[in-house]
C-alpha cells in the first residue's frame, strides 16, 4: 500500500500548539483516506480524526475545536495541527491510511507509521 512516516513531537505546554506531519510514499496516495490515532501509556489505541481524498473529514469529540487535519497532495503529506493542547493529549500519534473509510477502528487501516510523541506538560 503506501509508507508513512510520521514527525514533529515533542514536548509543549498546556495551552500550547504543535503540527506533526506524514509523509507518504506509494501508488495512488492522494485516493486513500489518511487517519490520525493516538495511545497513552496502559490505554487502548483510539481514533483522533480522519480525511478522505474527497475532503470529508471526521473527528472524535475530545478534539473537535482544536484539531485541524489537512493535506497536501502535490507533496504526499498530511498534517495535524493541534491547539490548545491538554495534557490529556499526551500520547503516541500514529499515522494511517486505508483505500476505503468503514470505520474508525485501528484494524481497518492497513498502512501505519512508526509513530510520533506528543508531551503537553503542566
Known amino acids: 500500500q503506501v509508507q508513512l512516516v510520521e514527525s514533529g513531537g515533542g514536548l509543549v505546554q498546556a495551552g500550547g500548539s504543535l503540527r506533526l506531519s506524514c509523509a507518504a510514499s506509494g501508488r495512488s496516495f492522494s485516493t486513500y483516506t489518511v487517519g490520525w490515532f493516538r495511545q497513552a501509556p496502559g490505554k487502548e489505541r483510539e481514533f483522533v480524526l480522519a480525511l478522505s481524498w474527497s475532503g470529508g473529514s471526521t473527528y472524535a469529540d475530545s478534539v473537535k475545536g482544536r484539531f485541524t487535519i489537512s493535506r497536501d497532495n502535490a507533496k504526499n503529506t498530511v498534517y495535524l495541527q493541534m491547539n490548545s493542547l491538554k495534557p490529556e493529549d499526551t500520547a503516541v500519534y500514529y499515522c494511517?491510511?486505508?483505500?476505503?473509510?468503514?470505520?474508525?477502528?485501528?484494524?481497518?487501516?492497513?498502512?501505519w507509521g512508526q509513530g510520533t510523541q506528543v508531551t503537553v506538560s503542566s
Open positions: 494511517a491510511a486505508t483505500r476505503i473509510l468503514r470505520s474508525t477502528l485501528s484494524a481497518d487501516f492497513g498502512s
